[in-house]
């Protein structure tokens, strides 16, 4: 436990992706569904070894980038077939819209902790647009005094910039205020670097990770609230 854990936490900081919203399923089934509208449009490919494609090479470009299919089609046929990355771009954004779901209880989380008084942003290492249409489309802009994302602050977590941007715009010190977000090395690491408290979303885990390093280690994203009333001694 924090040597702080005393004093009062007047800000949450939320990572955004497999934190607020559970990202790799969403990934996971649009790019399943990519494959199969690929293979409806004609395309020859085995199913189970195309994903496993796919997933590796978000994973060596990045998990934004909007040339993955192209790739694979070099991969697979040796030129991007336009016919083929419709099928898939339109199979793949039609089951992640269906499939961007906010985390169960994240909104009544964010309306206890600001009945509570609390300020909230989020810090994401995801580009600005991509983060801010994953917050509009969940409806939940109105709840964030502050949203810092690599676009905004050049760093990426852990680097302690993107933290103290958006402590600035809460106007809050790191001592009184707490990170939660489900990659240890980055959110962890980064926060208590300037002194942050910190939650490790246990739920959003995608690493197996055995030791989080964090002050509080969470199964529900609800148990914010507790550990808040608890430490602010609120009854």
Request: proline share 3%.
């Given at each position: ?54 997933i590796a090479l978000y994973e060596k470009i990045g ?92 760093e990426r977590k852990p680097s302690s910039v993107p ?73």
């Amino acid at each position: 436990m924090s040597l702080s854990n005393n004093i009062p936490i007047k800000g949450v900081i939320f990572d955004l992706d497999n934190t607020l919203l559970d990202f790799m399923k969403m990934k996971q089934v649009a790019v399943k569904s990519a494959i199969r509208g690929m293979i409806e449009a004609g395309m020859v490919i085995n199913e189970s070894k195309s994903f496993d494609d796919i997933i590796a090479l978000y994973e060596k470009i990045g998990w934004e980038n909007q040339k993955v299919f192209d790739v694979f089609l070099e991969k697979k046929i040796g030129y991007v077939d336009n016919k083929y990355l419709a099928a898939g771009v339109v199979a793949y954004r039609r089951a992640r819209e269906a499939n961007l779901l906010a985390y169960p209880n994240v909104n009544r989380t964010l309306i206890d902790l600001t009945k509570l008084g609390v300020k909230l942003a989020v810090v994401s290492d995801a580009p600005s647009r991509e983060a801010w249409m994953r917050i509009y489309y969940l409806n939940l802009h109105h709840f964030f005094d502050a949203v810092i994302t690599f676009d905004d602050s050049g760093e990426r977590k852990p680097s302690s910039v993107p933290f103290e941007m958006a402590l600035k715009k809460l106007n809050l010190e790191p001592k009184s205020s707490l990170m939660i977000g489900d990659w240890p090395e980055r959110d962890v690491v980064g926060a208590k670097k300037i002194g942050m408290r910190t939650a490790f979303a246990v739920y959003g885990d995608t690493f197996g990770t055995k030791n989080s390093g964090a002050d509080w280690d969470i199964n529900d994203i609800s148990q914010l609230t507790s550990i808040i009333r608890e430490v602010n001694k609120v009854v």
